[in-house]
């Protein structure tokens, strides 16, 4: 009896396809698997491995379990979630639920938690983002001079440079005596609130008083 080559055992082999709301036809192994849109309802059994059965036989893919967000319908996904594991890491997401991410998010730079938990307390920071004083908090460098003080202590607004505060979708001001960013409708109010302000500084937010000027945002 000679052994099957692949390509004949194939032939012999009968993969399952699901029907999906496309009309077309997929793998079960990939429909069922949660990653498929289309197929998220057409499977009677989603995968345990790769997806999260909803109330209503939803497949939800596994990577969006407590992630914050509900995704099925009564929003089982989010519900008595724990972040166990040496590669997850617990926080909150804007709606107040338990948030689960990749410990490879943390100090990265970017918030991934509501609060910015997962951007605190951080040794170092990685080249594209700097380290608020102080506090060990990472925020990205695109934040820098933007107008928004991100550090308690607001030294990402401070001793910027003209390069640094143009080139943002909304105006910015720059203070004379500290270099301080402010979003021109955020920097008077109505008197300037530019550190050791220059007369500059007071000249621009008296004449904005006086002509009644509505900085657009």
Known sequence: MSLLNPAELLFYVKIPYVKCADGRRYPEAEACSGVIEQCAYNCTKCDPQLAFTCNDKKC?????????IDDCSEGEDERNCSCGGPDKFEC?????????IAKKKVCDGVWDCMDGKDETNCDSCPRDSIRCPGEGKCIPM???CDGVVDCRDGSDETDCTCQECIGRHWNTYMCGATSHCFRRDEVCAPYTLCPNATK???????GRALRGVDWVR
Not at 92 to 100: I, V
């Open 92 to 100: 909150r997401s804007a709606s107040g639920k338990t948030k689960c």
């Open 200 to 206: 500059a500084d007071k000249v621009f937010c008296a």
């Open 60 to 68: 939800v893919p596994q990577m969006l379990v407590c992630d914050g």
């Open 142 to 144: 695109i934040s820098r």
